[in-house]
């Protein structure tokens, strides 16, 4: 996939950040590349690059997002693409069911504009409580939240696996550097 460095980019960039689908190890060997590739890269892009905090990252993607040229990017979509994240972290067992639909409730709750509202997501977790975290009941909804949000799933993880492929090389890259301990012999 052939990433575009444009507002509508760092829009899904920003959603990924804040819902903690990425983080530096994921994002730094991306800016590297960028910065290699470009002969002026975007300065938003080399910010990015030194960055490990996750609040001063969001910050810079959302800097870059409400500079001149303004423009309108984020849209519900956008929104739906958190949820989209929530549950991508969920089927990579980042986050238990219950703990996603808490997240996507108070997600819903918070920002007002995602398709389905809070109640759903809410009503869901009750649901599934009372039935005592039943495999089956989880398996039913999360069926029918993966057809709600299909669109926006198979949007957000077409760019989370490019990221997933720039973590893949930061941590091969992290084994490949001795342990500071052994270079002196310790």
Request: proline letters at 3%; glycine letters at 4%.
């Amino acid at each position: 996939m052939e990433i575009e460095l444009t507002k509508e980019f760092a829009c899904k960039l920003g959603i990924m950040l804040q819902s903690k689908l990425i983080w530096y190890k994921h994002f730094h060997p991306f800016c590297d590349d960028i910065i290699m590739e470009y002969e002026e890269p975007p300065y938003w892009i080399i910010e990015l690059a030194t960055i490990r905090y996750q609040g001063a990252a969001i910050e810079i993607v959302n800097k870059y997002i409400h500079s001149e040229p303004f423009c309108t990017y984020y849209n519900h979509t956008h929104f739906d693409q958190y949820i989209a994240c929530l549950y991508i972290k969920y089927d990579r067992r980042e986050l238990s069911w219950a703990s996603f639909l808490m997240e996507a409730g108070q997600y819903a709750d918070g920002c007002e504009a995602v398709k389905e509202p809070c109640e759903y997501f809410f009503e869901l977790l009750t649901h599934y409580e009372a039935e005592e975290f039943n495999i089956e009941l989880e398996y039913k909804q999360r069926t029918e939240i993966q057809e709600k949000f299909q669109e926006e799933i198979l949007e957000v993880q077409e760019i989370y696996d490019v990221f997933r492929e720039y973590f893949r090389q930061y941590v091969k890259k992290e084994k490949e550097q001795p342990c500071k301990g052994k270079e002196n012999g310790a």
